[in-house]
């Protein structure tokens, strides 16, 4: 009996001071990246191929996933505010919650899905496979030429997929409630720009983006170098990267929000 | 994928994201609003315009006829010039009232145009002489409880 209290006292600490120790190499991996990142923009080449393997095919879910949730929004918000005759704001509405929350968030967890899993489920296929070891036996820095133009292509296409969900989103709340519904075309324009501050709305939605960019593929090359080289490994370092980025992207969503939008209208 | 089709995608793909945030920044997509054609100015005098803003509807009988197309501060007379664009399709006689109305309890603020029985018509920038202010809450308040304390 007191050894099996003991034992479960033992795996407690043991999970915690694994995780723990987890943590403390995803962070020096992510400084490695990061201090070897030189030749990434030396030789932009292989960046620009990344961010086509990330950035553009990921842009189809994220053009058609951006309309129809500003679709939604307008259909929903036009519903609410039509009860009391302010139907107008739906423009307002919908352009707020886009540029502020769900665009960079809604983005970033597509993201994490699309290319997120599909970078660590590479980057482990290449460890299984001995690929990286081979390029480190060629003196090549498997970090400089395959983590790091991943990374970057990764921080550099979050922004302008985010940017472009949101734009489709409003797109999208433009037709439901103005092609659609008949909302008035100008006052569902012009309270918009009433309403959305360019430096308070604008540039604080892409900051953010900036962040999940970094979050999810920094996760997302993490979970792909440190997954044990078997066919399993890979499978649950890809189920890893989707899970522990969203859990991500909604927290640091949080601290962001407290932190930009205090007192802010 | 041959690098130079890569190379042309990607490059398609940062333009389209610059292109998504000045739309955002800008959001002038659309804001031609209200393009009928051919439209008359019309430009009114009121004492106080509430919340209207640039853009906003001009109605008469609940139809938009036209657009707000700017509002000054009148160093003369004090109070707010409002210009109006309105369709050349309308027409509407010289004592035609002009009010700042609310569409709904919260509702934005548009121009409501009651037209007159004169014969002459309002042309090019003429100036509507009747006008009613936009309706301030702590205004009609504040009214309404002079009155009842005058009525004690």
């Known amino acids: 009996m007191r050894n099996r209290i003991v034992v479960s006292i033992q795996a407690i600490g043991h999970r915690t001071i694994d995780s723990i120790w987890r943590l403390g190499v995803a962070s020096r991996f992510f400084v490695w990246v990061l201090l070897k990142s030189t030749t990434s923009f030396l030789r932009f080449g292989l960046v620009v191929r990344e961010i086509y393997f990330v950035g553009v095919l990921s842009l189809i879910i994220i053009l058609v996933s951006g309309l ?20 107008s704001a739906v423009g307002t509405l919908v352009a707020l919650s886009l540029v502020r929350e769900l665009g960079p968030v809604m983005a970033a967890l597509l993201f994490a899905s699309r290319a997120g899993s599909a970078i660590t489920a590479e980057i482990g296929l290449m460890k299984a496979t001995n690929q990286l070891a081979a390029m480190g036996m060629m003196a090549v820095d498997p970090i400089a030429r395959v983590v790091a133009p991943r990374f970057w292509a990764g921080v550099i296409s979050m922004p302008f997929l985010a940017a472009m969900f949101s734009v489709m989103g409003v797109f999208g709340g433009y037709l439901v409630t103005v092609v659609f519904i008949g909302v008035d075309n100008g006052s569902f324009w012009s309270q918009m720009q009433n309403a959305v501050d360019f430096r308070y709305d604008i540039v604080n939605g892409v900051i953010k983006s900036c962040f999940f960019g970094v979050a999810v593929t920094a996760i997302a090359v993490f979970e792909g170098f440190d997954a044990p080289p078997t066919a399993e490994g890979v499978s649950g370092a890809t189920t890893r990267t989707v899970v522990t980025s969203s859990l991500v992207i909604l927290g640091l969503d949080f601290v962001l929000t407290s932190f930009m939008f205090r007192g802010v209208s | 994928m041959s690098r130079t089709v890569m190379d042309f995608w990607v490059g398609l793909f940062v333009m389209a994201g610059i292109g998504a945030l000045l739309i955002l920044g800008l959001k002038v997509g659309n804001l031609t609003s209200y393009n009928a054609g051919e439209v008359y100015n019309l430009t009114g005098n009121f004492e106080n315009i509430g919340g209207l803003k640039i853009r906003a509807p001009v109605k008469s009988a609940g139809v938009v006829v036209g657009r707000v197309l700017d509002i000054q501060y009148s160093l003369e007379t004090h109070d707010a010039i409002v210009t109006m664009g309105v369709s050349s399709s309308y027409q509407f006689p010289k004592d035609t009232f002009a009010s700042i109305l609310t569409s709904g309890l919260l509702g934005e603020q548009y121009i409501g145009l009651s037209p007159g029985g004169d014969a002459v018509m309002l042309a090019d920038g003429d100036k509507i ?24």
């Open chain 1, 68 to 87: 129809f949730v500003g679709m939604v929004l307008g259909l929903q918000g036009y519903e609410t505010l039509q009860k009391y005759g302010s139907e």
């Open chain 2, 129 to 152: 002489m009747k006008t009613n202010s936009a309706m301030v809450l702590e205004e009609m308040i504040g009214r309404f409880l002079f009155d009842k304390a005058s009525e004690n």
